[in-house]
């Protein structure tokens, strides 16, 4: 089924709308959530929770990237559910490790005062990270966006992890010249 189709099954109110969209993106989500997670229950649990936000957001937005829509929200949601876990015990977890790398480039931390400067932000990052050339833009994507651990990301390129690290270091302060070239910083 098209993305369409689904996102009208949304508008419709039809529970077709959430299987629909579990046999097309689940297994996208799940992979999502799982990097970020790392533990199957929670990923399953942060997948079902998709559904939910996306069936009670949906009559307001109407998505134009349905996988983007559905990734986004399992990612925020699966980080969400690590920060509670970590509550606790902070810095533990690769979630936490790679979120903690990349908020140095980034002015204001994690809550940036208005939800303008996050977006200008957001979009400065955007701008940044599709100028990159590959694989430089294959790892920051796989680090910082899936949240991937740097032996997977090594693994799954077919570098070292040493290549992986360097190539991350490089980009994160590209990303901060960047940011104070553009007078985000």
Same mark, same amino acid.
């Given at each position: 089924?098209?993305?369409?189709?689904?996102?009208?099954?949304?508008?419709?109110?039809?529970?077709?709308?959430?299987?629909?969209?579990?046999?097309?993106?689940?297994?996208?989500?799940?992979?999502?959530?799982?990097? /970020?997670?790392?533990?199957?229950?929670?990923? #399953?649990?942060?997948?079902?929770?998709?559904?939910?936000?996306?069936?009670?957001?949906?009559?307001?937005?109407?998505?134009?990237?349905?996988?983007? &829509? =559905?990734?986004?929200?399992?990612?925020?949601?699966?980080?969400?559910?690590?920060?509670?876990?970590?509550?606790?015990?902070?810095? $533990?977890? #690769?979630?936490?490790?790679?979120?903690?790398?990349?908020?140095?480039?980034?002015?204001?931390?994690?809550?940036?005062?208005?939800?303008?400067?996050?977006?200008?932000?957001?979009?400065?990052?955007?701008? &940044?990270?599709?100028?990159?050339?590959?694989?430089?833009?294959?790892?920051?994507?796989?680090?910082?966006?899936? =949240?991937?651990?740097?032996?997977? /990301?090594?693994?799954?390129?077919? &570098?070292?992890? $040493?290549?992986?690290?360097?190539?991350? &270091?490089?980009?994160?302060?590209? =990303?901060?010249?960047?940011?104070?070239? #553009?007078?985000?910083?």
């Amino acid at each position: 089924m098209e993305d369409k189709q689904i996102v009208d099954l949304y508008w419709q109110r039809s529970d077709l709308a959430i299987s629909e969209t579990n046999r097309k993106y689940g297994r996208y989500c799940h992979t999502i959530a799982y990097h /970020i997670c790392g533990a199957d229950e929670d990923a #399953e649990e942060c997948v079902n929770d998709t559904w939910l936000r996306a069936w009670n957001l949906m009559p307001d937005q109407r998505p134009t990237a349905l996988s983007a &829509f =559905l990734g986004r929200i399992t990612r925020n949601l699966a980080i969400d559910r690590i920060k509670a876990k970590n509550r606790l015990k902070r810095g $533990g977890g #690769e979630a936490v490790l790679a979120l903690d790398e990349l908020e140095a480039c980034i002015p204001g931390g994690k809550n940036p005062e208005l939800a303008l400067e996050e977006k200008e932000l957001a979009a400065t990052i955007g701008r &940044f990270v599709s100028a990159l050339p590959q694989p430089a833009k294959a790892i920051f994507v796989l680090r910082y966006w899936y =949240l991937a651990p740097i032996d997977t /990301i090594a693994e799954r390129l077919q &570098f070292s992890r $040493g290549k992986v690290k360097s190539s991350l &270091f490089r980009t994160r302060g590209k =990303l901060r010249d960047y940011l104070q070239e #553009e007078g985000i910083c």
